[in-house]
């Protein structure tokens, strides 16, 4: 416990599956006057799951490899209609290590290490200031219970997931009088489930002959209580799996948001902010699928930050949600054509974010085409712009290419236009905002006074960057505005303020021409 405001290099604040392998990432240094704490309500919270993940049987073991439990070549699908999809896991393998067995190595071996401070507390505020005695830029974090602590650099792993869905699930481990599993085999989806209007399937983790991991998850709008998963999951085991007699012996559960709009819940509030998301602020739990380890690992391997191509991946996960959140009765349909139609190797590189674009291309052609291209044209309406005005102007041309541009004014433009004053900064008045906002156009009608063609430019110029910025916020975000991604959300912006200038240039010729 902490009574007085403590100094530390290092501030990490979570002490789940991302903290404590930061920890012990951190652990591996030679300078004994480090000084690090972990903030954490629940430091227990680890040994109560599963961590479950595919590896490259061509890597290197990782560095958690000797605490791995089971590993699986073979793997099931099973569609809510009973067809079976069987195959191996080919370049890749499943495995799995116990949280308990994770949470004990690592916090054993933090406890020897009198660099590491556990801090049981929940952390309320971060705010940076510079301190008064030294003149260097610190992270005041204060606790629960009116504590408080400085640190150098914070790493934070907690975020707000404002997610339209979430992933409920419910584990037993169980253990069977006689032999009812393959553990050569694991089910990572069977559906033969009752429904209810959401996505359900049940995990299976077989561990011998007689005992096995077996997991209830549920992708819903609305949290559904943990008896019902329990009535689910028991249900299924006495009349699908047909096991009537096991013993419970460990029970995991718990509720993950699924989206890809995280925001950490401390951000960084500049661009030389001491705080660095890490975990589930950082992005590393894969939104499609709540899968967590993986990522968390090979962000120790070779820290990134998240960049330009990233966001085509987050447009597939946004993609797949859409489709999981409203095409519910197609999903089980859609992963069996994803697992039969495409090799493992290209499912598990395109689930690792590791694929390229032609390998992307063939896995979406192999899925029910209609579906996803509606999601695709509901969730990114600028691709749809695009592409139906070029085919009218190629197929109609004259007045036909004013359709869509006119659609989109009177309807999302007019809307987007309207709601900027709902996104001001916190701390701004509403009057304050709209003395700018209208300084703002008094400011242009000047401009166009004095030089016309000025004018044009900067509007062109302002635009350019207002619809990049738009559309890539979350990359600029991850990225702490690096002028790369800067640059290429400004081009982007570029295209989407100019192509329909260009689409209608024989109109826009003279008023260029007058200027």
Known sequence: M????????????????????TADLLAESTDPQLRIAIIDPNPES??????????????????????????????????ND???????FGAYTYESIPGERLGLHLNQKLAFDPRFHRVSAAVLKIHEHKDSASSQLQARIELSEGQSLTASQVLSSPADHPAALLQIFLGFEIQTPTEHFDPKRVDLMDFRVEQAGDVRFVYLLP????????????????????????????????QTLCIPVYEIKKIESGTIPMGVDVEPLFPPSFQSSLICGIGSAASRIKPSTGYSFKNNLDALR?????????????????????????????????????????SPAAV???????????????????????????????LYPFVFAFAATLALHSWAGGLAVWIVPTLGLLTAGMGHGSLDSLLRPSGTSQTG??????????????????????????????????????????????????????????????????????????????????L
């Open 2 to 21: 902490i009574t007085t405001v403590e100094h530390f290099d290092i501030a990490i604040i979570g002490g789940g599956l991302a903290g404590l392998m």
């Open 46 to 79: 680890l040994s109560t799951k599963t961590f479950s993940s595919w590896q490259k049987k061509s890597d290197p073991p990782h560095r958690y490899s000797k605490l791995v439990s089971g590993r699986w070549e073979q793997f099931r699908i099973t569609t």
């Open 82 to 88: 009973g067809e079976k999809i069987e195959r191996d």
């Open 207 to 238: 561990f011998s002959k007689r005992s096995a991991l077996v997991e209830l998850t549920v992708f819903s709008r609305q949290k559904i209580s943990m008896q019902e998963c329990e009535a689910l999951l028991k249900t299924h085991l006495s």
């Open 302 to 342: 070779q820290p990134r930050a998240k960049g330009y191509s990233d966001f085509r991946f987050r447009v597939y996960d946004s993609i797949l949600l859409e489709q999981i959140r409203e095409k519910k009765s197609s999903v089980s349909r859609s992963l069996s054509q994803l697992f039969s139609r495409n």
């Open 348 to 378: 598990f590189s395109f689930l690792d974010e590791k694929s390229d674009l032609l390998q992307e291309l063939r896995i979406f052609l192999s899925l029910p085409k209609l579906p996803f291209g509606f999601q695709l044209m509901a």
């Open 433 to 514: 905002f709209y003395l700018r906002y209208l300084g703002a156009i008094a400011l242009f009608l000047s401009s166009w006074l004095i030089s016309p063609p000025l004018a044009l430019l900067f509007f062109i110029v302002q635009s350019a960057d207002h619809f990049g910025e738009s559309y890539w916020l979350r990359s600029l975000l991850a990225s702490r505005n690096d002028w790369r991604v800067r640059t290429l959300t400004w081009i982007w912006g570029l295209f989407s303020a100019l192509f329909s200038v260009f689409f209608h240039w024989n109109e826009a010729l003279p008023v260029v021409s007058a």
